[in-house]
């Protein structure tokens, strides 16, 4: 292995780099306006109301003792689909916003550096009871499922852009979390992407516990052809780009 590079890739991983910025010069510092907490999209989109919390009815939960000494990493699932209230819950137990937007600041169900929350949530829908197949975009301000857009051969393009890993295409729908890195580059300028990279396993393991409480499984993965993700959500890959992926589907007993 190239020496010089090992330390380059894992410089990544300390904090060396904030002793390094001038803080006084981010953005937020320098008064430039905070960014959007959530992308936005068109007045005449396809909205969809979610199930919203405390009204789930037809999953019985499970206790978090439970749900972490059961989890674990599951690819093969049923051909039963995720109902509107299921997905409802995993939306809001890995991106739920708690409560108002203040100061331009979101609480939610996890944990984010600085309260920035860069990442918008895409789900790749395959079998969605009332739900057709397609691309949603999770709206957590209003708690609704925003309808992107329809594709053809939508199973098997999801395939192609994860390296021929069949379980997503197999999975009721899959969550692809996408950053937005300048929320987080704003406040913490170049110390930015290692607490972005540390935030999606925040909200990962939310979901991973989550599928616990309805019968579901999930199986995360980084591995994943960067340009045709991007393609298949039809973001820029620049300013906005995937990070992570998480198929889910019911699984048996």
Not at 40 to 66: E, H, M, Q, S
Not at 129 to 135: A, E, I, P, R, S
Not at 212 to 222: F, K, L
Not at 225 to 250: N, W
Request: net charge negative.
């Amino acid at each position: 292995m190239d020496e010089n590079l090992i330390t380059q890739y894992r410089y990544f991983l300390k904090d060396s780099i904030r002793k390094e910025i001038d803080f006084s010069q981010t953005d937020q510092n320098r008064g430039i306006d905070i960014p959007p907490v959530e992308k936005p999209y068109r007045a005449d989109a396809l909205c969809i109301d979610l199930v919203k919390p405390g009204a789930w009815k037809n999953f019985t939960g499970t206790d978090i003792v439970a749900a972490i000494r059961n989890r674990e990493s599951r690819r093969a699932y049923t051909q039963e689909p995720l109902t509107l209230e299921e997905i409802s819950f995993l939306l809001w137990a890995t991106q739920g916003v708690r409560g108002e937007v203040v100061d331009g600041h979101a609480y939610r169900t996890v944990p984010s550096a600085g309260c920035r929350h860069a990442f918008e949530t895409y789900l790749v829908v395959l079998n969605g009871k009332g739900l057709d197949l397609g691309v949603y975009r999770y709206l957590p301000l209003a708690h609704q499922l925003l309808f992107e857009f329809s594709e053809e051969r939508l199973a098997g393009k999801l395939v192609d852009a994860v390296f021929r890993q069949p379980y997503p295409g197999n999975a009721a729908v899959t969550f692809i979390w996408t950053a937005i890195p300048y929320r987080m580059e704003w406040r913490y300028h170049l110390a930015a992407h290692k607490v972005i990279a540390i935030d999606a396993g925040h909200v990962c393991q939310n979901l991973y516990l989550a599928c616990e409480a309805i019968g579901a499984g999930t199986c995360a993965s980084a591995a994943y052809d960067q340009e045709a993700l991007d393609r298949l959500l039809r973001i820029d890959g620049k300013d906005e780009f995937a990070v992570y992926l998480s198929p889910v589907g019911k699984v048996r007993d």
